[in-house]
């Protein structure tokens, strides 16, 4: 009965054998058309649903899957510096990014190790023409940061090194913890990139005296830091310290130094990562303390006193007395007033006497800067 109906519905010789044979030559032949046809289906129908996503613009119709052009994680991605300053981290966030250090060493990487430059300011940088023609022609060996009131809107030229190197600043009240802030806040910023191994404080008011090679050389040969770090008796310096700071400060690790410091990554981790100074130097160090001048020199001074220069790469003027330095005009800029500051001086370097004291000077007036743009290849050699 079986190979009768199969017979019949087939059509075919009723031979159990030939049944066999016919069976399984037309069932995948049937087969195979039907998977042909559902194929030529399926590919008319994906043709025509890419035309639509296309035309109605939709990317993505299953929510939470990834677009299928994401680059894979790796090495260079994590590495590259930010293209854009701006960010949306408070400082507590920022800080805590910026103290993520590398245990290893080595770097798995050709690392050009750069100078950050960072200018804290009001606002603008009217010196700026001057900075230009020094960093002119020594791309990719220097980084710039700005920090400024952030009321202060920036209108650089696209062609400007310092277009576009803003970071998100808050309010800086001179000699007060707001000014420190600012200093960690430029630091935290810098570290994000990390190629930036020496890291600079400058003002709107300074000038560089020597050329970038020679700035390079000095700064990247340096065994030491230039954190300026004395031990001043006297009311303007151990006068200020308050022993409220105890345990964490006693008056013979108390220092004083010039806010305009230069540090290297290490250091400038240690300053952004601090936790156990700050409040004593917060609560306790406040005006007629200025706290610029002490904190970061007693802190560093008590935790790695071996990596300080103990001296600021800044030349500035305080004969003249009162609270601020001598500010230098359109007629200070003369070969012998340069020549004074470059050579009548000697200093330690890397444990040698030299002559090469500062690499910097301030304070300079706007008006000075025409002065210095025509004579920065005779007094400072760019
Ligand atoms: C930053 O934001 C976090 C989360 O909102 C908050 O807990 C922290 O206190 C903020 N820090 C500062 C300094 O505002
Ligand atoms: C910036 O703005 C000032 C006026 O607000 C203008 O005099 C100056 O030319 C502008 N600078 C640039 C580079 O656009
Ligand atoms: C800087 O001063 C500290 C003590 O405050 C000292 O240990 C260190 O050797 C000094 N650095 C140099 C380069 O002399
Ligand atoms: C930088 O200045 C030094 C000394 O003044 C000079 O020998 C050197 O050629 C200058 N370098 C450049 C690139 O101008």
Known sequence: MQSR?????????????????????????????????????????????????????????????QPCFQEPMSLQNLIKPPLNYQHTMNDSELFWRASIVPQIKEYPFKRLPKIAFMFLTRGPLPLSPLWEKFFEGNEGLYSIYVHSLPSYRPNFSTSSVFYGRQIPGQMVEWGRMSMCDAERRLLA???????????????????????????????SRSRFSFMGAFDEPGPYGRGRYNSNMLPEVDIT??????????????????????????????????????????????????QSPNL????????????????????????????????KILEDQTCIYNNQPTSVCFLFARKFAPSALEALLQHSSEFFGF
């Open 5 to 65: 109906l199969v017979t019949m519905e087939e059509g075919k010789d009723p031979t159990n054998n030939s049944i066999r044979t016919n069976q399984s030559r037309v069932l995948p032949l049937r087969l195979l058309r039907f998977m042909v046809f559902l194929l030529g289906v399926g590919i008319v129908l994906s043709i025509i649903s890419v035309r639509m996503n296309r035309s109605l613009g939709i990317r993505n119709i299953v929510p939470g899957t």
């Open 189 to 219: 910023n810098v570290l994000l990139d990390i190629s930036n191994e020496w890291f600079v404080l400058l003002s709107e008011a300074c000038i560089p005296l020597h050329n970038f090679s020679i700035v390079y050389r000095y700064i």
């Open 253 to 302: 690790q108390w220092r004083k130094g010039s806010q305009w410091f230069e540090t290297n990554r290490n250091l400038a981790v240690d300053i952004v990562k601090d936790t156990k100074f700050y409040p004593k130097f917060e609560q306790f160090c406040r005006p007629a303390c200025y706290v610029d001048e002490h904190y970061f020199p007693t802190m560093l001074t008590i």
């Open 308 to 339: 300080l220069a103990n001296r600021s790469l800044t030349y500035v003027d305080w004969s003249r007395g009162g609270a601020h330095p001598a500010t230098f005009g359109k007629n200070d800029i003369t070969k012998n007033f340069f020549k």
